[in-house]
Structure formats: C-alpha cells, structure tokens
C-alpha cells in the first residue's frame, strides 16, 4: 500500500517525474492479464502481413531481403522507446559469415586417387590443408551405448575412423540394444543416426569419421549439388577441424573388404592422404538484439528469442517463411510492447529481459551459436531462453487432442522448476494444451537439437522451444501470412509472455538442477 501511495504522489507532483523514474518503479505480484491482453490478433496480423511479405524476399541470410527485416525489427524497437541492447546504442550485433564458392577435396589411399563426389563427399566445409594419416580404424556400426559399444578396447583418438549405416542384431532378429525388433535411436531414423555416430566419434576423440552410407549415397550426392548450387554459408573461421565424409561402396570395401559382413572393429594399415581445398568469401549478416532493463536485478537476464531468417528466393520463388519464423518473430515484437507497457506503467520487470532476434537458423543455428559464443550479456547471468520457432499454424499430422496447443520442447531437460513454472502459468493464464510429443529423448526428429534454444542449452541455460509442428508448406513458398491462425498465434505468443513475465518477476532465480557436465 505504502508503494502505491508513494506512485499516486509522484504522479501528482507531475513535472518533477520524468519517465526515467516512472520507468523504474515496480509493483510487486502485479496481475499481468492487461499486458497480456494487448497481444492481439490484429497486431500479430498487420506485423506479419508485412514481415512476411514478398517485400521482404524470403530474409535469405545476409542478402537484401534480410536487411530490409533486421531494419524493420530496429525501427519497431525505436518506435517502442526499447533500448538497444548493446552499449554503444546499436541493435545490430554483426555476424561474420563466410559463403562457400566451392567444396573440394583430394583423397589418395595406397597410391589410388578417390573423386570428390563420385567416390566420397561433404556437405559442409572441412578444415583447409593436408592432412597424411597411416591408419584406418574400423569401427563397426560406430555406436557406443550402455548395452553395446564397438569402441570399447578401441583406441581411436587422433585417428581417421571409418563406420556404417545400422545396428546389431540378434539370432532372432530382435536388435541388440532395444531388445525388441524396433530399432533404436542409432537406427531408427537415417538423420537421428548420422547425427548420434558422429557426435559419438567426437566424443572418442576421433580426428574423423569416413561413414560409409551403403545405397544412400546417391541421395547424399543429390544433397550436395543442391548444397554446391545454393552455396553453404557458415560462421567466419569456424570450419570443423574434426573431418567428415560420406563414402560410396567402392572407397568403403577397398579400405576394408568385408565392411558389409563383418561387426567387428580392427585398425587398417594405409598410406593415405587428404587434402581439402574449400573456397569461400566474406558475407555479413545481423542478429537484432533490445532489452528491458531490470529494475531490482537488472544483472539477471531473461532471453526471447526466434530466428528472422528465412529461404529466400529459389528458382524466382518467393519463400515467404510467414510460420517458419515470421510467427516467432512478430510474437517477441508483442511481447517486447506489453512488457514496454508494463514499464511506462511503474510496473516494469524485476530481471532484464532481453529481447533476441537471430540471423541464419536455417543456415545451422548460426545467429543464436555466435550471441552464446560471443554473449552481449554473460550466459553464467543468463536465465533462461524462451525460444520460439514456428507457432502459427497446426500440425496435421497431430489428429487427437486440443486445436488450442503448443508442443514444448526442453523445458525439464536442465531444471525441472523450469518445468514446473511453465505448467502453473499455463493453468493460471493460458489454458492451452502443452504437447511433450516432441520433448521424448527417443523422437528421432530431434527438434531439442534443431533451433536456437540449442546453443543456450549445451551452455547449461534452461529454455523452453516453443513449436506448433511442421506442415504441408513447412519450407516451401506456400508458407504465407494468410495460411496463419491468428487465434492460435495469439494464445501462444500470451503464454510466453506470461511465462516470462513470471521468470522475470518472481523472487528467486530458478535452479538449473541437471546441469550438464
């Protein structure tokens, strides 16, 4: 009551307040609802009828169409009276890219020249250079589990390994670590098992990996033209030291013979040489980035974040990308106006909340991979990421359940009070259906892995994905603002926001009780 008292007779002194100090004031346990309520439907609609538009040229990382979206975002926080996040007043934190004019390397093994392409491929760029290594080890299926491991008593650091495509079975045709005949995650989807066998050879401290992808590979050489066409863009000096490539039958049986018969790992001696040859030019892009500063502990930040990017234009298609992420960016420019509000208002958060635009997601969670390398604001401070990529539209494919949903993704992986708080708030304001689908270990989607949120959460900061599925138009020109539910971008963009408005406000930072190590 005292604080209330103190607020009316500010107000009534009138000239001696300036907004500064109105700014600052903050109301505790304040009824966020009315905030909330000035997220609408029709706000969310103009903003993205724009942002999506064919203006806008698909926000193709680093080429104009983009620049025209990070300007918008700027103006949208200036009109707003939001600060820039950085010191020196600019929303901009450049990104340094690099765009790949061409991939090539050389391969000789015992005197044979391999062909780039015909014989083993890449499809993204290696470390540049010579590299001349006298073994082969071959590890079977790759895979390192619990209940099966083809590395143990295998000494593979520093070297060159070679593994393929599925997993073990038994006499009865019943796989080995599921014990049923379901494969597991180091089979059961080709993405999910590429992704876990090169990570595993990483983590063995392998200096690469050949992976021998058997009749896949015709598909991989489709991938890669489409990749040399469209030309990869990667972050400035960040080529992968650890090499990968994908090898046909010819390279892979010539290395080992019985590679398609034999499980069991042995070390092959070879007189091998490659050499990677990868050119590239300088590209710049953007990350947009304001903040609300806390009024009690305005060294704590809450971090919403969504990706501005998009595809750009392919074969004079306009890939307009209005879900994918038009949806997650329109909702943070709502939510940073509810918050600037609240702020106007004396009721302005306890904790910063910062507010996280990122450049080239679709390029590999570039933008969100540079803020965590190089953070405006130290990660050790940060939170938690409220990651939102795609929240307007349903997915098809979810045939039970509300229309009123959202799937969440990540929130108990690093502190189950995160979790917890997600639930009450979505009870006490939003009432929408939360659809862990996605969130299960075993989802060979992966989709914990595949968007922003990621690269805070292997810096152990909690966050929460925010996500309504892929559909018909997911990556493709038909993913226009008309196709949105508005209804249902609204709900969602509301949860979040009361979801950090809790984070931001509540007395104590929430615990990360299952950091990883």
Known sequence: MK???????????GCGTNQKTADKKVVRNLDPVPYGNTITEAELKTHLYIYASDEFEGRN????????????????????????????????????LQKGSSLNSELTINGKAYTFEDHFLALSANTNGTTNFSEIVYVGYGIDDEKYSDYKGQDVAGKMILIKLGEPTQKDETYVISGTKDASKWSANIRQEMASKIATAKENNAKGVLFYVDEYYPRFKMRFNYVKNSSRISLKGEEDSFYSYFVNDELATDIYPTIATDENATTVKVNAT???????????????VAIIKGSDTPEEYIVISAHLDHEGVKNGEIYNGADDDGSGTVAILEIAEAFRKAQKEGNGPKRSVVFLHVTGEEKGLLGSKYYTDNPIFPLEDTVVDLNIDMIGRIDPKRTEGNRNYVYLIGADKLSTELHNISEEINKKYANIELDYKYNDESDPNRYYYRSDHYNFAKNNVPVIFYFNGTH???????????????????????????????????ENRIVVDKAAK
């Open 61 to 96: 990382t680093g080429e104009a169409g983009q620049k025209k979206a990070v300007a918008y975002l700027r103006d949208e926080y200036k009109n707003l009276n939001i600060p820039a996040a950085q010191k020196d007043g600019n929303y901009f934190q450049n990104v340094p």
């Open 472 to 506: 018909d138009d997911y990556h493709k020109p038909t993913d226009t603002p008309d196709k949105i539910n508005y209804d249902l971008l609204t709900n969602r963009t509301r949860l979040v926001f009361y979801t950090a408005w809790e984070l931001a406000n509540r």
């Open 274 to 288: 490659l050499v990677n040859n990868n050119e590239s030019n300088d590209l710049n892009s953007e990350n947009v």
């Open 3 to 13: 604080k209330l008292v103190s607020l009316a007779l500010l107000v009534a002194i």
